[in-house]
């Protein structure tokens, strides 16, 4: 299934980890945020990568 939507929920501790893995989809401000505009399905297995490897757990997806 393709991944149509990508978010952080509250809590980051702007660690970068998810904007190292995909920076395509992660950008750096006070914290972590997704970049709008994505074709979020081109870069799947980053993205699960990111939310599997977050040490908060707060980056979801559909």
Same mark, same amino acid.
């Given at each position: 299934?393709?991944?149509?939507? /990508?978010?952080?929920? %509250?809590? *980051?501790?702007? *660690?970068?980890?998810? /904007?190292?893995?995909?920076?395509? $989809?992660?950008?750096? %401000? ?5 970049? %709008?505009?994505?074709n979020?399905? =081109?870069?799947? %297995?980053? /993205?699960?990568?990111?939310?599997? =490897? *977050?040490? $908060? ?6």
């Amino acid at each position: 299934m393709a991944i149509k939507k /990508v978010w952080i929920e %509250e809590g *980051c501790t702007a *660690c970068g980890l998810c /904007v190292d893995t995909c920076p395509e $989809v992660f950008k750096m %401000e006070d914290s972590a945020a997704v970049i %709008e505009g994505v074709n979020y399905s =081109n870069y799947e %297995e980053q /993205v699960k990568e990111a939310a599997e =490897n *977050c040490p $908060v757990e707060i980056i979801k997806y559909t």
